[in-house]
């Protein structure tokens, strides 16, 4: 199941599958979810901590 992911404005950004994929806007897979934390699909890089539907940047 996939929920909706906004900014601090409330605009819509990307869809969650939590605890597994993170989806743009036009559903392209851009992340995959492990151990609480998000990695890019393209790169393998980190891109931040996840705890459930509350995805945070490198910055925090």
Known sequence: MLFPL????????AWVN???HIFD???N??????????????SGDWLGSVNGL???NQSG
């Open 6 to 13: 906004f900014d601090k404005d409330c605009d819509l950004v």
């Open 18 to 20: 939590p605890n597994a």
């Open 25 to 27: 806007t036009d559903m």
């Open 29 to 42: 897979w851009v992340a995959y979810i492990r151990n609480g934390h998000a990695w890019s699909s393209e």
């Open 54 to 56: 509350l995805c945070l």
